[in-house]
């Protein structure tokens, strides 16, 4: 649109404003009318798709749960054994007390059993109380036992026959399942389930524009909101009705369906939405599903023109119009306010400087724009300003960054001095070098906190039978970790105090009540729970047995190149989830000169390394426990230190490492050296 000629700038604007308003109510209600529209038939396929997979599953709940109790019935084995001798006297009694069992629990009250070599068929529900005299004897030349001997020899597992009851006008579903007894078919077992009450709640659906129809894959009708409808009823003489989904729905509709029925054959219990099937000169959006229990379809019709239409959207189409206008006519009244109006005096500010008056900006007003000019004079002052004091900035700032750098060291130097304090706290309830290599004359040992200090520790004490060695992994790293392994030491001495320590399971099952009751006294804080896995062995001197226990830890043995695991008891100590009565199985392993043993925490195992950042694993360690196994100790615990530097690489040490690897009643080894207790 061109501007009319001699048009101030306040007459063009409000022109401008006016023509965007029709153009975007114009384009507000149209969009309005697509979402509209696109709303209600989304919402229309929605409810179909969730209605219909609701019926379905409103059917086949109570059917599947029936079925599977007969499975169950059916697997009985003093049913099983009954069917080959249902007149013995012994097995009656208990028959019936265990068919009744089950009849309380079936949704009918009632079970059936079929003793296939007797051919004798009991029966009892609620109105019929168990007797040891069969209902009847099964014919193979009736008409009305057929069924059972087609089911004998057609059924393998189960099998689910559909039955309208015309005396009780209700239909019902026979779960019928085979008895098997070594391969044999023995019997057959059920139930029925009245459909009738489920039938009803799917078809008064007691929502408007929304219905629903029941039908076999014949389409023959078996449930609709007009009882008319109905295959059965509509066999009455006069009845003009035909109860078939043909006759329910236009020409040509019925061929399209049987085509989205195949459809929901390769999909059971999955709703397909419809192309348009119509019952109406309306044009509901559709849902059909497939029930394989009872081979029937459910079909869903919603009316979306009844569950939503235009005058639901009145309220929001009012409230959308309102803030349109309310908007525009804002707009207008800010443009005049904030920018015709004191563009206007900046344009009489800029016509000054045009004149040769090179003078600040003048200011005639407190609104944005002269907030805007008073801003423009201030930045030329401050620039100015900076210029001269520039180096000046420069030296404070730079001074300011080097007392920061200098209280940071100092900050972080004594950090540092109290971990290493830390750690030589830490030190003190590791076992002395002297008391390790008096008992265990071949050892290594490798302890390498994550941290500088950590949750790792290991213990050593002598008994009157021999030695007690441990290795504990405790919740957490650094200092807290540290913290917990001075808790769990004292838990540790505490329930040596008590128990004997040739029984490592003993006071490990100790250990687990004592750090528990302490460290879990408020048991409101479920934000915390700390504990440990640890690993316990205790060596008998005169029988040179080794008694090994395990919390969540294993034992790895290495014999003449053949390395094996003894896994340790799969509950953890201490923690909140921990079972308070929880026992430690004892494993006693021969101990012999060639026998290697080792005991390690989860640090080794998990340390991420390699290209793809994978653990180190126990296959990896038990191959190079095996390679490097025939070694002096001493060397074997070099060689393992430099296979997990080589994986490790470049990857940071993600948990702390202790290892210690023995052999006992070796004294003719040269290797006894001990490590230093940390390994760097």
């Given amino acids: 649109m061109s501007a009319s000629p001699g048009l101030s700038l306040k007459q063009r604007v409000r022109q401008l404003v006016t023509t965007i308003s029709l153009i975007g109510g114009t384009l507000t209600l149209l969009l309005f009318y697509l979402i509209g529209n696109a709303t209600m038939e989304k919402h229309g396929r929605q409810t179909a798709t969730m209605l219909a997979d609701k019926t379905a599953e409103h059917i086949r709940t109570p059917i599947r749960r029936e079925l599977a109790l007969a499975r169950k019935l059916s697997d009985s084995p003093l049913l099983k054994k009954w069917a080959l001798q249902d007149r013995d006297p012994d097995l009656i009694h208990q028959a019936l007390e265990e068919l009744q069992s089950y009849a309380r629990h079936f949704r009918d009250g009632s079970v059936f059993f079929i003793a296939a070599p007797s051919r004798r068929y009991y029966y009892f529900d609620d109105a019929t109380p168990p007797t040891a005299d069969p209902k009847y004897t099964l014919d193979p030349n009736s008409l009305q036992d057929i069924w059972y001997f087609n089911t004998m020899r057609r059924v393998g597992r189960d099998a689910l026959n559909v039955n309208y009851d015309a005396v009780l006008n209700t239909t019902k579903v026979w779960i019928n399942v085979i008895v098997h007894n070594n391969g044999h078919k023995v019997g057959l077992a059920g139930t029925g389930l009245d459909l009738g009450f489920f039938l009803n709640e799917v078809v008064d659906t007691g929502t408007p524009g929304v219905s629903a129809i029941l039908f076999d894959r014949e389409g023959k009708i078996q449930a609709h909101q007009n009882p008319d409808r109905v295959a059965i009823n509509a066999k009455r003489a006069g009845n003009p009705i035909r109860g078939t989904m043909p006759d329910l729905l236009e020409d040509g509709v019925w061929t399209t369906m049987q085509e989205s029925m195949d459809q ?36 869903v019709r919603v009316d979306t023109g009844a569950l939503l239409n235009w005058t639901d959207f009145a309220p929001l189409a009012v409230l959308l119009i309102g803030s349109v206008l309310i908007m525009l006519a804002a707009l207008t009244w800010m443009m005049n306010r904030v920018v015709l109006s004191p563009l206007a005096l900046l344009t009489a500010s800029t016509r000054q400087i045009a004149s040769g008056r090179y003078e600040p900006v003048a200011v005639t007003s407190h609104d944005e724009i002269g907030a805007l000019g008073t801003s423009f004079n201030d930045m030329v002052a401050t620039v100015r300003g900076h210029t001269e004091n520039l180096e000046s900035l420069i030296q404070e700032r730079t001074a300011a960054l080097e007392a920061s750098r200098n209280a940071l060291q100092a900050r972080n130097s004594e950090i540092m001095d109290s971990i290493e304090y830390a750690l030589t706290i830490q030190q003190t309830i590791l076992p002395p070098e ?57 838990a540790l001495q505490h329930a040596l105090a008590t128990v004997s320590p040739t029984d490592p399971g003993r006071v490990m099952a100790a250990m687990n009540r004592i750090i528990r009751t302490s460290l879990h006294r408020d048991g409101n804080n479920l934000a915390q729970d700390s504990g440990l896995d640890m690993a316990l062995c205790h060596y008998f001197r005169d029988t040179g047995t080794l008694c090994f226990a395990g919390a969540r830890m294993d ?44 005991l390690l925490t989860d640090g080794i195992t998990d340390q991420a390394g390699g290209e793809k950042g994978f653990g180190f694993g126990r296959r990896r360690l038990l191959e190079t426990i095996r390679e490097y196994g025939d070694l002096p100790l001493l060397e074997q615990r070099q060689k393992l230190l430099d296979r997990i530097a080589a994986h490790q690489g470049s990857h940071p040490q993600r948990d702390d490492i202790t290892m210690i690897g023995f052999r006992v009643g070796n004294a003719e080894r040269t290797d006894t050296a001990t490590p230093p207790r940390r390994s760097s």
């Avoid at 509950?571 to 012999?592: E, K, L, M, V």
Wanted: hydrophobic share 40%; proline share 7%; aromatic share 12%.
């Fill in 434 to 490: 002297e008391l390790l290599s008096d008992a265990l004359e071949d050892h290594f040992l490798i302890w390498r906190p994550r941290d500088l200090v950590g949750g790792d520790f290991y213990a050593f004490q002598t008994t009157d039978q021999g030695w007690l060695l441990g290795v504990i992994d405790c919740t957490g790293h650094g200092i807290p970790g540290a913290f917990m392994s001075m808790a769990a030491h004292a």
């Fill in 264 to 299: 929901g054959r390769l999909a059971p219990g999955e709703p397909i939405l419809l192309a348009g099937p119509r019952f109406s000169p309306a044009k509901p959006i559709s849902a059909l599903v497939y029930l394989p229990e009872l081979d029937w379809y459910a079909l």
């Fill in 555 to 598: 034992l790895f043995i290495d014999e003449e190149g053949r390395s094996r695991r003894i896994r340790g008891t799969g509950h953890s100590i201490g923690y909140r989830r921990s079972n308070p009565d929880a026992a430690f199985a004892n494993h006693h392993i021969p101990a012999r000169e060639e026998t290697t043993f080792y």
